[in-house]
Every structure is written in C-alpha cells, then in structure tokens.
C-alpha cells in the first residue's frame, strides 16, 4: 500500500504519463491484461478530462489492501482524480454514455463508471471535481449502459495516500478490517519518509489483521510490539460496533481524528508518544455514539493542522475514498503544498440509494 503514483496533469503531455503509471500500478498489483487495459482506459479518460474541462488537475494511483474485508470486489487499484475546476453542474448528464460538453465522443465519465469495479463523483460548481476508480482482479460487473450499482449495506470505510514531492513510497497507510460486528479503522504514519518510514507503516497494517478482534486500546499495544524492530510510527484506530453503535478511537502520536455527528465536527485527541519505541503507559479512548449520519475522518500531520472540514451535508453518501479525496484536495493548494507524506482515511455510514 505504500506504492504511490502523483502525477500533475497540467496539459495534454501528461496523459501518457498518468497512463503508464496506471499500468505499472496494475503489474505491482499483479492485475491481468484485461484489468490492465481497463486500468489504463479509466486512468487516460480521468485526465483527458482534467485537460479539457478543469485547467489541469492531479491524478494520484494507490494500490489497495488485498486482504481488505470491506471491499469485497476485490479490487487492486484505485486512481483518483482531483482538481479545483469549474465543476459539472449536471453530474447525472454527465456520467451518461454519449455525454459530452466538447467535441469528444463522450465517452469519458460514462465508460469509467461502467467498466469499473467502483467508480463515484463529487462535483460542486466553482469548486471542483473529485473522482475516484477501483479496478481489481475479478470481471468488473457487467453493465450495459453506465448505471451505478446499487448500495452495499454496512458501514463503508476508504481513504487516499500522497508521498512527499512525489516520492514512489509513502510513510502513511491505511486499512480496515471486520471482524464479527465490529470494524477498525487504521491510520498509520511511519516516522520520516521514504522505504524506511513505509516499513513501518506496512508492519501496522500487516499486524492490523491479527488482532483487529482487540479494542483499539489493546490494538495499538499489539501494534507496539509488532513494530519494534522498525523506525516506530504513529498510530490512531477507530473502532465501530455495528451491534451497539459505538465507535470508539485511540491514538499514539500525531495523528488527528474529526467525527461529525449532525452538523457539529468535534476532534477526537490523541495521546503523546511512538508506536514501537516510546509507548504511554495509559492510553486514553473517546466513545461516542455512532449515528446513521455519522462521519470520521482520520488523517496524518501531512493534513494542515487548521484543515476546514467539508461543509456539504451530502458528502457522506459518497464512496469514503471520495470523501477522503476532497478532505486532501481541499486542504492544500498550489500555495500551500504538502511538507510531508499525507493519508486520509474515512468511516461512513452505509450508502443511501442515490445517483452520484
């Protein structure tokens, strides 16, 4: 998970470059010619579209966790566009097979949604566009004209990964897992950047799925001694109770944690300290009740520490990767770039029927 793909798209040069990083992102995914080619389609139609209609953008390629029990498509690779364009005032219209505002054959939006595994759009005039693909291993569901698939039940949880400056490794990693009713969330930000610091951050997830039963408290003393032969990291894990409706997070070290619970955003706290070097002796948990439009957003210092969160209500009937997205893309500009590595991670409440 630590392998990231950030391309600037600027203008029409930069296509193939985002097209080669979508293949190269599927050979480490160990994904087949077909998905391969599906990838690359998606990945070129994603910044065709940041060329022609926004002025340039980002495109960043993650590769999912493949032990992952929340997505249950199996999917390997995820690409996600970002930028701070005009917006699509019709998204309906504009994810129609045939759609289009220029001369192209408009196919763009219409056939990502449709060869995709998972595919959703955020867009709000004068603000932007954020779209996020998963393509995996398995036959994506056979579509006929571009339609969504319709909700899953459960939570849902996803998120986004950026290296600093572009690096080929990230220091930050997410993952979620079930186990019976409960689902845990976590973030992980390994101390400095690069190989080293990816390490640690791939030793927490990898030890995630041995005791993802424990409450978070106990999770992050496991994760404590799983790490102790790396550079050490800091760790926040969010845990729901689906049978209860209680979350409950805790935290070592840098890592910042916001719950909406109606309107209101409160931040949940984490403790001082280093997962896998210097461990707190208490480790305090916040629990609250999880409610139907509840919304957690988990995220490492590479977030700025005065980050705005998303005032749309609506946010939350996106796909979690969507709105981990716009989080990231909202946080930073052109003026302010990234100082460190950066991961967003996101728990929602189970989708309503909707169009995106």
Do not use: Y
Not at 55 to 64: F, K, M, P, S
Not at 195 to 219: F, G, H, M, N, Y
Not at 309 to 322: E, F
């Amino acid at each position: 998970m630590s392998r990231v793909w950030d391309i600037p798209v600027e203008d029409s040069t930069r296509i193939r470059d985002v097209r080669v990083a979508a293949e190269a992102a599927c050979a480490h995914a160990g994904l087949d010619p077909h998905a391969t080619a599906v990838t690359a389609l998606v990945a070129t139609e994603l910044a065709s579209n940041l060329v022609k209609h926004a002025a340039g953008g980002r495109i960043i390629v993650n590769l999912t966790d493949p032990s992952d029990t929340l997505a249950p498509d199996g999917t390997g690779v995820q690409i996600t566009s970002l930028d701070h364009g005009p917006g699509i005032e019709n998204v309906e219209a504009a994810l129609r097979d045939g759609h289009t505002t220029t001369s192209s054959l408009g196919a763009g939006l219409g056939t990502c949604l449709r060869i995709a595994h998972a595919f959703d759009l955020h867009s709000r005039p004068g603000q932007g566009t954020v779209a996020v693909a998963r393509i995996g291993r398995e036959p994506a569901p056979r579509r006929a004209h571009a339609e969504p698939l319709p909700p899953r039940p459960g939570v849902r949880a996803g998120g986004i990964t950026t290296a600093l400056a572009h690096a080929e490794h990230s220091g930050d990693a997410f993952s979620r897992v079930r186990s019976g009713p409960r689902v845990t969330l976590l973030l992980c930000d390994g101390l400095g950047h690069g190989p080293k610091a990816a390490e640690a951050s791939t030793a927490a997830v990898e030890a995630l799925r041995r005791c993802a039963d424990r409450p978070p408290a106990d999770i992050l003393r496991h994760l404590h001694t799983a790490l102790r032969a790396t550079r050490g990291a800091a760790v926040g894990v969010a845990q729901l109770d689906e049978d209860t409706g209680r979350l409950s997070f805790a935290g070592v070290g840098n890592i910042g944690a916001g719950l909406r619970t109606g309107t209101t955003w409160q931040s949940l706290l984490s403790h001082p300290g280093i997962v896998g070097a210097h461990f707190p002796a208490t480790v305090p948990v916040h629990e609250s009740d999880w409610r139907p439009e509840s919304l957690l957003v988990l995220h490492s210092d590479g977030l700025p520490s005065r980050w705005v969160p998303p005032a749309d209500p609506g946010l939350g009937d996106h796909d979690p990767a969507v709105v981990a997205a716009v989080v990231l893309r909202d946080a930073g500009s052109a003026a302010r770039p990234s100082r460190d590595d950066t991961c967003v991670a996101v728990l929602a409440p189970p989708a309503r029927e909707r169009r995106p």
